[in-house]
């Protein structure tokens, strides 16, 4: 066990509908990063956060957004959802914004039909 | 800009054989590397990790990594391979002094231990 809990494990939404996923960091950790995890495209960052402010984002769509609130935890919300965005979202978090060693939660399942 | 590459898709061994995963890395800086396993339906699990030091890298369930900077490679190595080691494995790099820059994952190798 990690200690990065991802929740909801799996869901499984419409096209066009908008999810939230939440993902508390281990005890301690201020960074939070955001992954997508899919068959053609690989493990790909979305986006970082450290204690509340972004500080870098990657491959994240426009239609994507998150945040992390005073307690840490972050939520990643996801709109207009559609069949590609099908795949595994991993939370992944780390001691300080310098790069420690990042560890990831079991990851929420998507699968938008 | 950092990039990984494992070029391997798939690594198959025999159970008991010694076992290498390849990886190479290109980063601007001097690199901070990782190797991570996935088992099924599972998180990444973090395996070891190379910043300084001592090029040969102990890590996690008696797998290590050497750490060769001439042929910029991080290749993951265990003497005895078991038929549970069989899982996807990433190799991940930054620029130690990069600042904000995340971790970047190879495709992943997968690895299948036959009995």
């Known amino acids: 066990d990690s200690g990065v809990t991802q929740t909801p494990k799996h869901l499984i939404t419409a096209t066009g509908q908008r999810v939230t996923l939440r993902c508390s960091p281990r005890s301690g950790d201020l960074s939070v990063y955001w992954y997508q995890q899919s068959l053609d495209q690989g493990l790909q960052f979305l986006i970082h956060y450290y204690n509340g402010e972004e500080r870098a984002k990657g491959n994240i769509l426009e239609r994507f957004s998150a945040q992390q609130f005073p307690d840490l935890h972050s939520e990643l919300n996801l709109s207009s959802l559609e069949l590609g965005d099908s795949a595994l979202y991993f939370c992944?978090?780390?001691?300080?914004?310098?790069?420690?060693?990042?560890?990831f939660g079991e990851g929420s399942w998507l699968t938008v039909v | 800009a950092q990039s990984v590459a494992q070029p391997e898709d798939q690594v198959n061994v025999a159970e008991g054989n010694p076992l290498t995963v390849k990886c190479t890395y290109s980063?601007?800086?001097?690199?901070?590397l990782f190797w991570y396993v996935q088992y099924p339906n599972r998180g990444l699990q973090f395996l070891l990790k190379y910043i300084t030091g001592d090029n040969l890298v102990k890590g996690s369930y008696g797998f290590e990594a050497e750490f060769n900077k001439s042929q910029t490679s991080f290749h993951l190595k265990k003497p005895s391979a078991l038929v549970s080691d069989s899982a996807l494995y990433f190799c991940a790099v930054r620029d130690l002094y990069s600042g904000n820059t995340p971790l970047v994952f190879g495709k992943g190798t997968r690895l299948s231990v036959i009995a």
């Open positions: 992944a978090s780390s001691a300080s914004n310098s790069g420690n060693t990042i560890y």
């Open positions: 980063v601007s800086g001097n690199p901070y």
